[in-house]
């Protein structure tokens, strides 16, 4: 009986610990810009077949709904991802999906080029230039990850960075303890200062 309570107790913290550490990369580098114009950035994910892949379907839905409700028009949408073993690109499949699908009928562009993420953001810059808001969407750590990589490149643009909605209570809840411990791993060349949570 007190072994089932440990393995409870265990398993109750493991996932208390993995929405912690989602929700606080959820919030890392970014601010409360204005401005009326805003891109959505949704980063690709591996996709050896022809049609989206689960995560890269959740980070096209998680891109969506990321768009202000103010702003639906004046958002442009812009799927990053090179190409994949079938031939089209990560990019041009979320792009599918996203219309197919989910019937989004905004402006969307794509950059189809990268196969990084620094990739990803090096490509996507001449594309932020003329916006006054930025969300990077992907899983929470990945997105801190392409965030602090747009401080690198061009801090002018970073200045611009707010929030997607990318991290929700509950959602992947049971996978979130992997995704942190992943996250950890990933995220284990950023500096300190690129860790600033905005509360």
């Known amino acids: 009986m007190r072994r089932r309570t ?56 998680a891109g969506i709904r990321s768009i202000a409700a103010d702003g639906e028009h004046g958002t442009c949408v812009i799927f990053s991802g090179g190409a ?37 953001i090096t490509n996507v810059i001449p594309l932020l230039e003329d916006v006054d808001r930025i969300k990077i969407t992907s899983q929470p750590a990945h997105a801190l990850k ?15 960075l707010v929030r997607a909605d990318d991290y929700r209570p509950g959602e992947w809840m049971v996978v979130k303890p992997l995704l942190a411990v992943y996250g950890l791993w990933t995220l284990r060349g950023l500096k300190a200062d690129e860790r600033k949570v905005l509360l």
């Not at 089209?88 to 794509?110: C, N």
């Open 84 to 120: 994949t073993s079938s031939g089209a690109t990560e990019a041009q499949l979320m792009a599918d999906y996203a219309k197919s699908v989910l019937e989004f009928d905004g402006t969307v562009l794509l950059e189809d080029q990268s196969a990084t993420t620094w990739e990803n």
């Open 6 to 61: 440990g393995l409870a107790i265990a398993g109750v913290a493991a996932l208390a610990w993995g929405e912690w550490l989602n929700w606080r990369w959820s919030r890392g580098l970014v601010g409360h810009g204005g401005g009326a114009s805003e891109a959505v950035v949704v980063l690709g994910y591996r996709n050896p077949q022809s049609t989206a892949n689960l995560i890269n379907r959740w980070r096209v839905r």
């Open 146 to 160: 392409a965030r602090a990589y747009l401080r690198r490149q061009r801090p002018d643009l970073a200045e611009r």
